[in-house]
């Protein structure tokens, strides 16, 4: 069975501070993917991470993936107010013929001035 | 392009009672899913489905049922609501073979039985 641990799970930083959540997970795995949710809203994609080593940016949020470690990191620098939301790490099984997503608890982050 | 539309955006049933919540997508996606969302549990994947007339069980399938009749529809069955099915309800889809797979998720649907 695939689990995966998001630490940690609520982060209060302050504007300006710069933070890393973690996502652990228990087996190999093809796909990893960061998602953001604002309260009562839906889920939105950031980043989808391939293959070990991988790197992803998108502003002030960097991704990446180490596969040997099991082990992928979300990256806040220089944090600012409209970054508050929950976000989720998500892990695809590689097994053959494998599509389901397993997500961790999320992290909850409020970015406070 | 709508992307992934779910209906209702809001339900309240009284225990016992039956509905269907409406999934669908225009993307051509193979692989879509129903999800529910609870405070402190992230994600559970409760049905999904690789094509249509494919659909298998997730990790809490117990009290819904699902069907794949089209590409573009996944229709979620609450059997007899129970309070423990007050949720949020996300479906999603993405491709299966190609891509990336990201998932792209519905607005969601959130259900209250009394």
């Known amino acids: 069975e695939l689990k995966v641990e998001q630490n940690p799970l609520f982060l209060s930083m302050q504007e300006g501070k710069n933070y890393t959540i973690y996502c652990n997970y228990s087996t190999t795995s093809d796909r990893l993917y960061w998602y953001r949710q604002d309260p009562g809203k839906s889920l939105e994609s950031l980043f989808v991470?391939?293959?070990?080593?991988a790197v992803k940016q998108e502003g002030r949020l960097m991704a990446s993936l180490d596969t040997k470690a099991r082990l992928s990191t979300l990256h806040i620098t220089a944090a600012v107010h409209d970054l508050s939301a929950t976000y989720f790490c998500?892990?695809?099984?590689?097994?053959?013929?494998?599509?389901?997503?397993?997500f961790g608890k999320g992290t909850k982050l409020s970015v406070i001035p | 392009n709508a992307g992934v539309t779910q209906t209702p955006k809001f339900q309240v049933l009284k225990t016992g009672q039956s509905m269907t919540l409406q999934c669908a997508q225009d993307m051509n996606h193979e692989y879509m899913s129903w999800y529910r969302q609870d405070p402190g549990m992230g994600l559970r994947l409760i049905h999904y489905s690789v094509g249509a007339g494919i659909t298998d069980q997730g990790e809490v399938p117990n009290g819904y049922n699902v069907s794949r009749s089209t590409t573009e529809d996944f229709p979620l069955r609450l059997l007899s609501a129970a309070p423990s099915q007050t949720s949020v309800y996300f479906c999603a889809s993405s491709f299966a073979t190609s891509g990336a797979g990201t998932q792209y998720f519905g607005p969601g649907t959130r259900l209250t039985v009394l």
């Open positions: 991470l391939l293959s070990n080593g």
């Open positions: 998500a892990v695809r099984y590689s097994g053959a013929g494998s599509y389901q997503l397993t």
